[in-house]
């Protein structure tokens, strides 16, 4: 029993489904007309009506015309009914693994009424939603029963398949963060209106038209994929003109019959566990919080450095252990942690947490399929070590190569024991602006410095020297993403080795250098505008560009993890080419790149020379401990020296935390 006949949301579901086959229907209906004018022409010639030689021609100019509406239109139809649909990739929770689990959503299902999800999956979202997984590419149907009294049909062939298309349930998919952080309770009650779902789907029109309109989308992704020849591509925009043409006619219908299905299903859901529901719904945005925290502020400086936290799931609880403790809004949150985990359903909580975790760095970052030398898993121990210190010392290296590139020398020292060594001195008296500039001793020991306000200084790119002025315009910024992009800069010969100088000059008319192709509408992660309004000296805004310049040359040799690994066992339903399907590279202007990197030589210099030490904040990522406290103040201090060039805040925490600047620090 589907149950949908006495809901308003169901019946308005039907409705709409029985529009989307009558397109289908029009549709066929409009191919075969030439077949039907065939045969009344042939109709005609045979009894006597319709003779002479006009006759004739038209019965052969309409036969053929037939045949061919009648091959396209076999055609079209046998792609639509064979083209893979889009899966959402997710972790297979099989029944052997988790049957608490199972227990929970059939006896779930029992209480409303309706069919029992044929399988359930993990995915690292926070949602939870049905998934038609009946179609062949998609494997076979899951061997454990879930509706009627006998199980599934033991029938081979097509009568077998048949069955399967029909009277299987679809796939719940459940978020991860949810196992991890709701109660089992909390998770019952959010599941029900999902559960709940599978009674209107069960029914055989919307099953139907849910088919046919998966499979015009999926004809128009055939049709759309690059890389064939002249004449295929010719069959394949026709094939792509009649799906969207298609589309069109049932865009509104499907999207009703969906809203009517919704709407049964919270309907029929209101029964069980509603007053738990709403408590439970604060739960979901504080685990989306969470989860969206925890992916940008920790997981993203770990996929960058080559490492995958094998434990995401858990994280989402510590953070927001941590949050619940800082926020007094989210007091009493922390209290339901006595109560029974969703986790416990699953016999391997730790494994299943491993695979979403590794699944959530393909998704939303494009790492590879399978761990690797350089792909390893890192658990939160490890993490200061493995990450934070790492991701310091290859942003202090990276800012001493621009640096170099910029031709600035070395902040000299008699006293230090590697005068020539990378030092955070030399970063300070770079940025520092000649009204804040106090000489010492050392400074008048320290050889000539290059000229940075007068004369511009050279930088030999080719055998036409390129300058480097300083105006009463900040330097234009370069992009920092996922796959940034070099701007246009003017060469006349081919780049030395090493690290390719910065050359602020803004776009010119020489050729562009070689790198993927912009991307015309995608945002950039900061523009010339957003640049405009961050307060920063020219020799900061100088830096920053440099430092954007080195991270595109970076991201640009790096390949993507995505295409150097083999498929994982979910990668089959699924492209390779579109990973990352989410990416995560926050906006950062180029005040935020250059205080990111000066950050990180500043935690460099306190932890070689002041015993610090590298540390995991679960809400705010990396962070430093000085004397067991966390750094909290640096910022401000950090920004001072960038916009204002001045030092001395800086400086003065320096000094308090007994962090010697002058001293090398080790950088990778």
């Given at each position: 029993?589907?149950?949908?006949?006495?809901?308003?949301?169901?019946?308005?579901?039907?409705?709409?489904?029985?529009?989307?086959?009558?397109?289908?229907?029009?549709?066929?209906?409009?191919?075969?007309?030439?077949?039907?004018?065939?045969?009344?022409?042939?109709?005609?010639?045979?009894?006597?009506?319709?003779?002479?030689?006009g006759?004739?021609?038209?019965?052969?100019?309409?036969?053929?015309?037939?045949?061919?509406?009648?091959?396209?239109?076999?055609?079209?139809?046998?792609?639509?009914?064979?083209?893979?649909?889009?899966?959402?990739?997710?972790?297979?929770?099989?029944?052997?693994?988790?049957?608490?689990?199972?227990?929970?959503?059939?006896?779930?299902a029992?209480?409303?009424?309706?069919?029992?999800?044929?399988?359930i999956?993990?995915?690292?979202?926070?949602?939870?939603?049905?998934?038609?997984?009946?179609?062949?590419?998609?494997?076979?149907?899951?061997?454990?029963?879930?509706?009627?009294?006998?199980?599934?049909?033991?029938?081979?062939?097509?009568?077998?398949?048949?069955?399967?298309?029909?009277?299987?349930?679809?796939?719940?998919?459940?978020?991860?963060?949810?196992?991890?952080?709701?109660?089992?309770?909390?998770?019952?009650?959010?599941?029900?209106?999902?559960?709940?779902?599978?009674?209107?789907?069960?029914?055989?029109?919307?099953?139907?038209?849910?088919?046919?309109?998966?499979?015009?989308d999926?004809?128009?992704?055939?049709?759309?994929?690059?890389?064939?020849?002249?004449?295929?591509?010719?069959?394949?925009?026709?094939?792509?003109?009649?799906?969207?043409?298609?589309?069109?006619?049932?865009?509104e219908?499907?999207?009703?019959?969906?809203?009517?299905?919704?709407a049964?299903?919270?309907?029929?859901?209101?029964?069980?566990?509603?007053?738990?529901?709403?408590?439970?719904?604060?739960?979901?945005?504080?685990?989306?919080?969470?989860?969206?925290?925890?992916?940008?502020?920790?997981?993203?400086?770990?996929?960058?450095?080559?490492?995958?936290?094998?434990?995401?799931?858990?994280?989402?609880?510590?953070?927001?252990?941590?949050?619940?403790?800082?926020?007094?809004?989210?007091e009493?949150?922390?209290?339901?942690?006595?109560?029974?985990?969703?986790?416990?359903?699953?016999?391997?909580?730790?494994?299943?947490?491993?695979?979403?975790?590794l699944?959530?760095?393909?998704l939303?970052?494009?790492?590879?399929?399978?761990?690797?030398?350089?792909?390893?898993?890192?658990?939160?121990q490890?993490?200061?070590?493995?990450?934070?210190?790492?991701?310091?010392?290859?942003?202090?290296?990276?800012?001493?190569?621009?640096?170099?590139?910029?031709?600035?020398?070395?902040?000299?020292?008699?006293?230090?024991?590697?005068?020539?060594?990378?030092?955070?001195?030399?970063?300070?008296?770079?940025?520092?602006?000649?009204?804040?500039?106090?000489?010492?001793?050392?400074?008048?020991?320290?050889?000539?410095?290059?000229?940075?306000?007068?004369?511009?200084?050279?930088?030999?790119v080719?055998?036409?020297?390129?300058?480097l002025?300083?105006?009463?315009?900040?330097?234009?910024?370069?992009?920092?993403?996922?796959?940034p992009?070099?701007?246009d800069?003017?060469?006349?010969?081919?780049?030395?080795?090493?690290?390719?100088?910065?050359?602020?000059?803004?776009?010119?008319?020489?050729?562009?250098?070689?790198?993927?192709?912009?991307?015309?509408?995608?945002?950039?992660?900061?523009?010339?505008?957003?640049?405009?309004?961050?307060?920063a000296?020219?020799?900061?805004?100088?830096?920053?560009?440099?430092?954007?310049?080195?991270?595109?040359?970076?991201?640009?040799?790096?390949?993507?993890?995505?295409?150097?690994?083999?498929?994982?066992?979910?990668?089959?339903?699924?492209?390779?080419?579109?990973?990352?399907?989410?990416?995560?590279?926050?906006?950062r202007?180029?005040?935020?790149?250059?205080?990111?990197?000066?950050?990180?030589?500043?935690?460099?210099?306190?932890?070689?020379?002041?015993?610090?030490?590298?540390?995991?904040?679960?809400?705010?990522?990396?962070?430093?401990?000085?004397?067991?406290?966390?750094?909290?103040?640096?910022?401000?201090?950090?920004?001072?020296?960038?916009?204002?060039?001045?030092?001395?805040?800086?400086?003065?925490?320096?000094?308090?935390?007994?962090?010697?600047?002058?001293?090398?620090?080790?950088?990778?």
């Amino acid at each position: 029993m589907t149950g949908i006949g006495g809901e308003a949301g169901a019946r308005a579901a039907r409705s709409r489904a029985l529009a989307v086959l009558r397109v289908r229907g029009r549709a066929l209906g409009v191919a075969v007309l030439p077949a039907a004018a065939e045969v009344i022409l042939l109709a005609g010639g045979a009894t006597g009506h319709f003779t002479g030689p006009g006759w004739d021609t038209a019965r052969w100019v309409v036969g053929v015309s037939a045949l061919l509406v009648l091959l396209v239109t076999t055609g079209i139809a046998l792609v639509v009914a064979r083209a893979r649909p889009a899966v959402t990739p997710t972790v297979t929770v099989p029944e052997r693994s988790a049957p608490d689990l199972y227990r929970l959503v059939r006896d779930l299902a029992d209480r409303l009424d309706v069919p029992a999800p044929s399988a359930i999956a993990v995915t690292p979202d926070c949602d939870s939603w049905l998934e038609d997984r009946t179609h062949r590419a998609h494997g076979p149907p899951p061997a454990q029963a879930q509706d009627g009294p006998g199980g599934p049909s033991g029938d081979r062939g097509s009568r077998g398949d048949t069955r399967r298309r029909t009277d299987t349930a679809p796939v719940l998919v459940i978020g991860s963060p949810f196992l991890w952080w709701m109660r089992v309770g909390e998770l019952r009650a959010v599941l029900a209106p999902v559960v709940a779902g599978t009674g209107p789907s069960a029914h055989p029109d919307i099953a139907a038209a849910r088919r046919f309109v998966r499979g015009l989308d999926a004809a128009v992704a055939v049709a759309a994929t690059p890389g064939r020849c002249p004449l295929t591509r010719g069959v394949c925009a026709a094939l792509g003109w009649v799906a969207r043409l298609l589309l069109r006619g049932v865009r509104e219908h499907a999207v009703l019959m969906e809203r009517g299905v919704a709407a049964a299903a919270a309907e029929r859901a209101q029964s069980v566990d509603y007053g738990l529901r709403i408590v439970a719904q604060e739960q979901v945005g504080l685990a989306y919080a969470g989860w969206d925290r925890l992916l940008t502020k920790v997981a993203l400086p770990a996929w960058r450095m080559g490492r995958w936290p094998s434990r995401l799931d858990a994280g989402v609880v510590a953070a927001l252990t941590e949050l619940s403790r800082r926020d007094r809004l989210a007091e009493g949150f922390a209290s339901r942690l006595g109560e029974r985990p969703a986790c416990d359903l699953l016999e391997e909580p730790g494994a299943v947490d491993e695979a979403a975790s590794l699944l959530a760095a393909r998704l939303f970052h494009g790492g590879p399929a399978e761990p690797g030398p350089e792909w390893a898993p890192v658990d939160w121990q490890s993490y200061p070590e493995e990450v934070v210190d790492r991701t310091w010392r290859a942003g202090a290296a990276r800012l001493h190569r621009v640096l170099d590139t910029l031709g600035v020398r070395p902040a000299a020292d008699p006293s230090a024991p590697d005068p020539g060594g990378p030092t955070l001195a030399r970063v300070l008296d770079h940025l520092t602006e000649p009204a804040h500039r106090v000489e010492g001793p050392a400074d008048r020991e320290r050889p000539a410095r290059l000229p940075v306000s007068d004369e511009p200084a050279s930088l030999p790119v080719s055998d036409e020297p390129a300058s480097l002025p300083v105006s009463d315009e900040p330097a234009p910024l370069l992009p920092d993403g996922p796959a940034p992009l070099l701007p246009d800069v003017p060469s006349d010969g081919p780049a030395p080795d090493g690290p390719a100088p910065f050359l602020p000059d803004g776009p010119s008319d020489g050729p562009a250098p070689a790198g993927p192709a912009p991307d015309e509408s995608a945002p950039l992660p900061f523009s010339d505008e957003e640049d405009d309004a961050d307060p920063a000296t020219e020799r900061s805004s100088a830096l920053a560009a440099g430092l954007s310049a080195e991270l595109a040359r970076e991201e640009v040799s790096t390949p993507k993890g995505a295409t150097a690994a083999g498929q994982g066992h979910d990668s089959a339903l699924w492209e390779d080419g579109s990973l990352p399907l989410f990416p995560l590279q926050p906006p950062r202007t180029g005040r935020d790149l250059l205080a990111e990197h000066v950050t990180a030589m500043v935690c460099c210099a306190a932890v070689d020379t002041a015993g610090a030490q590298p540390a995991l904040d679960w809400l705010d990522g990396p962070s430093l401990l000085l004397g067991g406290e966390r750094a909290a103040d640096l910022g401000p201090k950090v920004l001072s020296l960038i916009e204002e060039g001045d030092p001395g805040p800086l400086r003065d925490w320096l000094a308090a935390s007994g962090i010697r600047p002058e001293k090398p620090v080790r950088l990778i």
